[in-house]
């Protein structure tokens, strides 16, 4: 394979995974933003441990706008896996803890398509495990990756900085609303304690 053929593959291969990145950065998004709707919009305040999963949701997040910040590391890919194990952890919890109602335990929230967050949270962790081990198989240890930074790709540095500065303004959001509902006390889901 000619030097020519070898960099437009390198080139190629670092553009998918700038938008695989980007898809999975898109999809949380979309998940915290949902979130956030049915706090603000329907008024159910999310428990500790769900607050946990944003936490984790955010930190996922975090390594990939690393990626379009600073390019492509499997040490950022490292990090959002390690937040996913968490967010596994988290919801794994939560289920087990709610999966049979009883007096304050039972799940928070409405149901989407019949099924609460917590468990939610836990097919979104495996589906992203499995799109990352689908990412590592397809790209293996492809040590030239880290080479080719985001801004290679002008257009898709663009939407992926976009993608970035929302999920940090939804995080900001949420530091808000988790200080105006838990103030400096205990978390609960009765009310906004600095609003009362």
Not at 48 to 60: E, K, S, T
Not at 82 to 98: K, M, N, Y
Not at 160 to 170: F, M
């Amino acid at each position: 394979m000619s030097r020519h053929h070898s960099a437009e593959l390198e080139s190629d291969l670092a553009f998918g995974n700038y938008v695989y990145q980007l898809l999975i950065l898109l999809t949380f998004a979309a998940i915290l933003t949902a979130a956030l709707a049915f706090q603000f919009g329907d008024g159910e305040l999310p428990c500790p441990l769900c607050l946990l999963q944003r936490v984790a949701m955010f930190g996922i997040c975090f390594g990939i706008i690393l990626d379009f910040r600073n390019g492509f590391s499997y040490r950022n890919v490292g990090l959002s896996l390690l937040c996913a194990i968490f967010l596994l952890i988290v919801s794994v919890r939560q289920t087990l803890l709610d999966i049979y109602p009883r007096e304050g335990h039972a799940y928070i929230g409405s149901a989407v398509f019949g099924i609460h967050m917590p468990v939610w949270s836990i097919i979104i962790t495996l589906f992203l495990l499995m799109a990352y081990a689908v990412q590592l198989c397809v790209l293996g240890g492809d040590m030239d990756l880290p080479k080719i930074p985001a801004g290679a790709f002008p257009i898709l540095k663009r939407i992926g900085s976009a993608a970035s500065l929302y999920v940090i303004a939804l995080a900001a959001v949420n530091l808000v609303a988790v200080l105006l509902q838990c103030g400096i006390g205990q978390c609960h889901t009765m009310g906004y304690a600095l609003l009362q």
